[in-house]
């Protein structure tokens, strides 16, 4: 976007009905790299693309876990998700202490809302550069949300921001109508499959990306929110990657057995 | 959604506000005990005022959202003021209106968090609480029994009796509850209890209700009496065989 004269200050309209540094703010989120969450009726799923400053150094960390039942990938500024992060883990334990029982995540999805909104609405405060998407489990089921820097969120069944997350969104669009009914493996093939669009023709491996779990048995056991590790992470890549090329090879061999096309 | 209650200081400025320190206006024992359906939870409706039975027409049972049940002994205007904490609970909690609510277990830690931190500003709510409830969870019907004091003890049991119930009718609880009673023999069990409350306990009336909590709803009858006896011979001519003129 553009400079312009109503953008010096968060608390300043412009005459289109606008606030441009919450639309800025939302922006970074779009610098950040990717992550894409989506979810059944009893497990969510989260994966980020991992992006290290250069060679030498150690990825970002873009996935929180946030409380057992609950966690977090962010794209932005990744010092701001931090602090958030920092702040949700404290509702949630807050929570549990008064009520020994799992903050509900459409409650904890409001409350950093709540949070993002005064920071547009105080000329002393700037708002927060990152977007997260929340994962978590409670009474009445899985639940992904999305809360941008605007203070506003919403329930997804399936998302993806950050860089490239178009590529991603197209790819979950085709495919989120059966989410639902999806097992979580099944749902962790589709998240990295998803990042794996927004990588662009860079090798998928488990050294570029993040996945995270967490849901419900169905013997009603809970499964917490945990990153899935390097190893798991490799093999399903692997898994997918035999499921991929088989198909592609039985049809070059169809093609080399028809006739020769025409010259003319 | 939150924040418990506020402690005793209501005064704006200098002066500390106190309140209870002895409870006036008080209601005797409480029983409970979980069976087939849920919980059942019984009291008489009297609260007294020191040694004079004052009010009789008391109601010691309240219903607490869709799926508890909070029955009081101690100080009654105390128990007011929790209801009146419960309320305002219950209210936000139902204004979300997204699908998820207190379970008796999140009421009763939440009772917990406010009765100790009262007791450790040394102006305790000066009752002793019974929460019982039933809530459907991953693993099916979840029945939840417990208790809180007005110090901040806390814990769980198939069967609570508050008051003089602790003495008087636990011991029966312990040798006649068994799991998955039915309501008829939940209720005949309760009325053995509350009957040795009414013969021994002085503060008790003859004038109870019973509630019970399943996954429909609360229930909370209406009072009725139970019958007593009191043809014992010694009874008949207390002075029979007293000296003197009187």
Same mark, same amino acid.
């Given at each position: 976007m553009f400079r312009n004269q =109503? &953008? #010096? &200050?968060? #608390?300043t309209w412009s005459p /289109? +009905? !606008?606030?441009f540094q919450v639309e800025y703010a939302m922006e970074a989120v779009k610098q950040g790299s990717a992550c894409v969450g989506l979810r059944s009726r009893t497990h969510a799923v989260l994966a980020a693309a991992n992006k290290a400053a250069s060679e030498l150094s150690s990825h970002q960390r873009k996935v929180f876990r946030v409380a057992d039942h609950a966690g977090v990938a962010l794209a932005g500024l990744t010092a701001d998700g931090r602090v958030l992060s920092r702040f949700l883990r404290n509702e949630c334990i807050n929570h549990s202490f008064v009520y020994e029982a799992p903050l509900p995540v459409s409650r904890l999805a409001l409350r950093l809302a709540d949070k993002a909104q005064v920071c547009t609405q105080r000329s002393w405060k700037r708002p927060y550069g990152v977007g997260l998407l929340v994962a978590g489990l409670d009474e009445t089921g899985a639940h992904l949300y999305y809360n941008c820097p605007s203070g506003n969120y919403f329930e997804y069944q399936a998302f993806a921001i950050g860089s490239r997350s178009q590529a991603a969104k197209t790819f979950l669009e085709r495919r989120?109508? +059966? =989410? @639902? *009914?999806? #097992?979580p493996e099944q749902l962790i093939k589709d998240a990295l499959s998803a990042i794996k669009e927004t990588l662009q023709g860079d090798k998928l491996t488990s050294s570029n990306c993040t996945v995270a779990i967490v849901g419900r048995k169905d013997d009603g056991t809970i499964e917490p929110f945990e990153m899935i590790d390097a190893k798991r992470i490799q093999e399903i890549i692997d898994s997918m990657e035999i499921a991929e090329e088989a198909p592609a090879v039985a049809s070059s061999m169809e093609e080399s057995s028809d006739a020769a096309p025409m010259d003319i | 959604m939150g924040s418990h209650a506020e402690g005793g $200081?209501? /005064? /704006?400025? +200098?002066g500390q506000t106190q309140r209870t320190q002895y409870p006036y206006v008080t209601g005797t024992s409480v029983i409970a005990l979980k069976y087939k359906d849920g919980v059942i939870m019984a009291c008489d409706t009297g609260a007294s005022y020191g040694s004079t039975l !004052? =009010?009789? $027409?008391?109601?010691r049972i309240k219903a607490v959202g869709k799926h508890s049940l909070i029955g009081a002994s101690g100080e009654f205007s105390d128990f007011q003021e929790i209801l009146r904490y419960l309320d305002e609970l219950t209210l936000s909690d139902h204004m979300w209106d997204d699908g998820n609510s207190l379970g008796p277990k999140e009421i009763h830690s939440y009772l917990t968090r406010v009765m100790y931190n009262r007791r450790n500003k040394f102006d305790p709510l000066w009752n002793s609480l019974v929460l019982g409830g039933v809530k459907k969870g991953p693993k099916g019907d979840e029945k939840y029994l417990g208790m809180v004091n007005m110090i901040g003890t806390h814990f769980e049991e198939n069967h609570i009796a508050t008051g003089f119930g602790n003495h008087l009718a636990i011991p029966i609880l312990r040798a006649e509850w068994h799991e998955d009673m039915t309501f008829e023999e939940a209720v005949k069990l309760v009325e053995k209890c509350l009957l040795v409350l009414l013969y021994r *306990? !002085? $503060? $008790?009336? @003859?004038k109870f209700q019973i509630a019970k909590i399943t996954t429909e709803g609360s229930t909370i009858y209406p009072p009725y009496s139970l019958k007593t006896y009191w043809g014992f011979s010694h009874f008949e001519n207390p002075a029979q065989g007293a000296v003197g003129s009187w």
């Open positions: =109503y &953008d #010096t &200050d968060v #608390t /289109a +009905g !606008r606030l989120f109508k +059966g =989410y @639902n *009914d999806y #097992t | $200081s209501q /005064a /704006a400025g +200098g !004052r =009010y009789k $027409s008391v109601e *306990d !002085r $503060s $008790s009336i @003859n």
